[in-house]
């Protein structure tokens, strides 16, 4: 009687944590493809007015959130499986940002993103 009530409580919560699992990725995963659709639409309505500045904007800080999650995943996990790829991204970033600087609104960020490229030119 024991066995059974733990084997039928053991599958209760197995189900119950995959349902509850399953639901949290699905809000992840719509609440990712909405930041990035929004994203996209913006700057397509900025391409299609010819607001050329917004879109530069748009991209540009859509770029220094890639390259704070980027290095981050490169600090965490020092031998991801396509940990080149991301430095060598990294360091092509550095390149265009030294060429094309861009000062985020968000001081702090464009401190950090400055930092993370500055970081990665010296480790060539």
Do not use: C
Not at 42 to 71: C, H, K, P, Y
């Amino acid at each position: 009687m024991v066995v059974a009530a733990l084997t039928i409580s053991a599958f209760a919560g197995f189900r119950f944590a995959f349902h509850r699992y399953g639901r949290s990725l699905t809000d992840t995963i719509a609440s990712y493809e909405f930041l990035n659709a929004s994203e996209r639409f913006s700057t397509l309505r900025a391409l299609r007015v010819g607001d050329t500045n917004a879109v530069f904007d748009d991209l540009e800080g859509q770029i220094d959130t890639s390259v704070i999650a980027l290095r981050a995943i490169l600090d965490d996990y020092p031998t991801v499986e396509n940990g080149r790829n991301y430095t060598n991204l990294l360091r092509r970033i550095a390149d265009y940002r030294a060429t094309f600087p861009n000062h985020d609104n968000i001081t702090n960020m464009d401190a950090t993103v400055t930092e993370i490229l500055t970081q990665i030119k010296r480790e060539r």
